[in-house]
T-cell receptor, first 111, second 112 residues
């Protein structure tokens, strides 16, 4: 069964807008929550990751918000740019390497 | 510094055949994990190799097998191919199991 549920399936945002992608998990043993960015024809690349001892982590225009009690985490992309158009995957694991991925969100940034 | 390299990039097989996919990890990495990504889906963990042994395995049948060589490179073998095995097969490497996974660009397998 899918251990990480991701929404929405796709979203369109105007240049300069904010993209928000949400994920929910069930396994309380998960202790590592990365986000990956994938362009067509490429493998996923790590964007940003968080562990449950913090509620928020920011790297440049990308922010992860983490709610341990709700078992949810989200990715915010601020000031979205056309180059951000890609598929984004959330993931979770309890041993860093056996990642359970969400189904992905295709983000389209309109100029 | 070469990243994770995979071969072949694309291949077409027919049902019942066998396929071998290859992966060279990023320089300095000693652990290789394999993932299957069906079209429009997130990657699913197949197995991981460290010190030439399979350490962890996902929910995949025994038709999927692998190997790691002393130089840390790895192979994924799939026997008795089914139409449902059509997917992008991703290799990811890391230093032991403590850090970021670096993914290759994948091998696109089509089973007819």
């Amino acid at each position: 069964q899918q251990q990480v549920k991701q929404s929405p399936q796709s979203l369109i945002v105007q240049k300069g807008g904010i993209s928000i992608i949400n994920c929910a998990y069930e396994n309380t043993a998960f202790d590592y929550f990365p986000w990956y960015q994938q362009f067509p024809g490429k493998g996923p690349a790590l964007l940003i990751a968080i562990r449950p001892d913090v509620s928020e982590k920011k790297e440049g225009r990308f922010t992860i918000s983490f709610n341990k009690s709700a078992k949810q985490f989200s990715l915010h992309i601020m000031d979205s740019q056309p180059g951000d158009s890609a598929t984004y995957f959330c993931a979770a694991s309890f041993d860093d390497y056996k990642l359970s991925f969400g189904a992905g969100t295709t983000v389209t940034v309109r100029a | 510094d070469a990243g994770v390299t995979q071969s072949p990039t694309h291949l077409i097989k027919t049902r019942g055949q066998q396929v071998t996919l290859r992966c060279s990890p990023k320089s300095g990495h000693d652990t290789v994990s394999w993932y299957q990504q069906a079209l429009g889906q997130g990657p699913q963990f197949i197995f991981q190799y460290y010190e030439e042994e399979e350490r962890q395995r996902g929910n995949f049948p025994d038709r999927f097998s692998g190997h790691q060589f002393p130089n840390y490179s790895s192979e994924l073998n799939v026997n008795a191919l089914l139409l449902g095995d059509s997917a992008l097969y991703l290799c990811a490497s890391s230093f032991q199991h403590t850090g970021e996974l670096f993914f290759g660009e994948g091998s696109r397998l089509t089973v007819l």
